[in-house]
T-cell receptor, first 113, second 118 residues
């Protein structure tokens, strides 16, 4: 059964810092990995989807990398802003032919102005 | 594009009552997913549909939970009878393509229904 772990569970940094969020998964036979953002009381917004054949994806100040063999992904946020404050979730297909997602519990990020 | 629509946004009910949550996926999307989010367990997949047909319901916690998708634009998740441990946020999501082993689609999430069972 696929399991996803995210470290750290919470992070608070001053505005302007570059930061890295970590995600690990137990079954490396994945077809893709997604990073989502969740604001309080809201649904999830997809930030980046990395195909298994890719090593990284970039969108603006966000860069996500994927290392399937080691079962790890990182989300790099450059020049953080208070508006980046949210919970960031990593998700992979649950496997066994199922295409529902298995999520980590997320990293709660606070960017201090 | 209105996005995935869920109703109600908040539901408070008493133990033993029937609860029905509703979802309207994005028009033209072929797959629909129901998830539940709690502090303890995080986000968990309950069930998903391809072309209105349930594909995997192994995440449905017990027989008190049932889901239907009578047409491409509407799905319901019913809990009967409800219990306090069912209190959670329930999300619906949809994707353009068909779920499958090699799906490359991003899932689009609704705003969720916050359920409180007293």
């Amino acid at each position: 059964k696929q399991e996803v772990t995210q470290i750290p569970a919470a992070l608070s940094v001053p505005e302007g810092e570059n930061l890295v969020l970590n995600c690990s998964f137990t079954d490396s036979a994945i077809y893709n990995l997604q990073w989502f953002r969740q604001d309080p009381g809201k649904g999830l917004t997809s930030l980046l989807l990395i195909q298994s054949s890719q090593r990284e994806q970039t969108s603006g100040r966000l860069n996500a990398s994927l290392d399937k063999s080691s079962g790890r992904s990182t989300l790099y946020i450059a020049a953080s802003q208070p508006g980046d404050s949210a919970t960031y979730l990593c998700a992979v297909p649950s496997g066994g032919g199922a295409d529902g997602l298995t999520f980590g519990k997320g990293t709660h990020l606070i960017i201090q102005p | 594009d209105a996005g995935v629509i869920q109703s109600p946004r908040h539901e408070v009910t008493e133990m033993g009552q029937e609860v029905t949550l509703r979802c309207k996926p994005i028009s033209g999307h072929n797959s629909l997913f129901w998830y539940r989010q709690t502090m303890m367990r995080g986000l968990e997949l309950l069930i998903y549909f391809n072309n209105n047909v349930p594909i995997d319901d192994s995440g449905m916690p017990e027989d008190r939970f049932s889901a239907k998708m009578p047409n491409a634009s509407f799905s319901t998740l019913k809990i009967q009878p409800s219990e306090p441990r069912d209190s959670a946020v329930y999300f619906c999501a949809s994707t353009p393509g068909y779920s499958g082993v090699s799906s490359t689609d991003t899932q689009y999430f609704g705003p969720g229904t916050r359920l409180t069972v007293l």
